[in-house]
């Protein structure tokens, strides 16, 4: 019903930065909150970030002031801008979304999951 499509991961040097994209697409009727989350080798899936349709962020301590999440309404995308990453931001990053479908005239909300996209900071 809806499928969200992630861009932007790879490798980089501690310091640097790198942008993810996620779009979704699909019999969207709306999308409400999106976000991004991220697990890292034999740990628990964290939050990263989450932003509202009326863009209202929250953000995981370990990122705050140096990840930025952000939405396009019109273009159904949520970015996440890293900043001065560091080895500890090493992860496989998900993005996520709330979201009302209708298919066959059936109205849903359903939480949404991306195939993940790995980010790699090391020397």
């Known amino acids: 019903q809806v499928q969200l499509v992630e861009s932007g991961g790879g490798s980089v040097q501690p310091g640097g930065s790198l942008r993810l994209s996620c779009a979704a697409s699909?019999?969207?009727?709306?999308?409400?909150?999106m976000g991004w989350y991220r697990q890292a080798p034999g740990k628990e899936r964290e939050l990263v970030a989450t932003i509202t349709s009326g863009g209202s962020t929250n953000d995981a301590d370990s990122v705050k002031g140096r990840f930025t999440i952000s939405r396009d309404n019109a273009k159904n995308t949520v970015y996440l801008q890293m900043n001065s990453l560091k080895p500890e931001d090493t992860a496989v990053y998900y993005c996520n979304a709330d979201a009302i479908t209708n298919r066959g005239g059936y109205y849903r909300r359903s939480n949404y999951w991306g195939q993940g996209t790995q980010v790699t900071v090391s020397s």
């Open positions: 699909g019999s969207i009727v709306s999308l409400n909150v």
